[in-house]
């Protein structure tokens, strides 16, 4: 599956799983930028089982990356109390903002990948799901470096407030950068 140096490839099905999930943000070395409209605690594969993505996340911070995480509402229940079982990850390695106009997906990894695309950082989106029970998705993948610089420029377009001043969700925005 792993493409060539600069390719940009359309994918569905497990292929997201296996590339966005895998390739990609298992192995960050430095940075994690996610965005989403929902934020679930799915399971990444570890070895011949599965493991919360939280857990890998610690694992990661260990390492040094860090994650910048963009959703459109607070996470689960469900993911907000794993994530507390990780004070690494809620103390200087993951920041969250939340924006009730945020619909994008986009994963961005050490600068270098980007995912565009329809699924959400959800089991049936980019998650571990059997075929049978994951969401029809599909998405663009690419290690081209403009594509890539594009994409990190709207993430932080978005990350800095720039749509903030003029949001008509202002009064219910919890937590406005600007």
Same mark, same amino acid.
């Given at each position: ?10 994918? @569905? ?64 229940? @469900? ?52 075929? @049978? ?46």
């Amino acid at each position: 599956m792993t493409a060539s140096p600069s390719a940009t490839r359309i994918l @569905h099905g497990s292929e997201l799983h296996e590339v966005v999930i895998e390739e990609q943000v298992l192995n960050a070395r430095s940075t994690v930028w996610i965005a989403t409209a929902d934020l679930k605690d799915m399971h990444v594969r570890s070895g011949r089982r599965f493991k919360p993505v939280l857990n890998a996340f610690d694992d990661m911070a260990v390492r040094g990356v860090s994650f910048r995480i963009v959703h459109s509402a607070l996470p689960s229940s @469900h993911f907000r109390k794993t994530l507390e079982e990780f004070p690494r990850l809620t103390g200087e390695a993951m920041e969250l903002q939340v924006c009730p106009r945020s619909h994008m997906k986009l994963v961005i990894v050490d600068g270098s990948f980007g995912y565009c695309g329809s699924a959400n950082f959800t089991g049936a989106g980019l998650g571990a799901k059997s075929p @049978h029970k994951r969401n029809l998705e599909v998405g663009v993948v690419s290690t081209d470096p403009e594509w890539v610089r594009e994409l990190i420029s709207l993430f932080d377009r978005f990350w800095i407030g720039e749509y903030c001043d003029e949001c008509r969700l202002r009064e219910i925005c919890p937590d406005p950068v600007r």
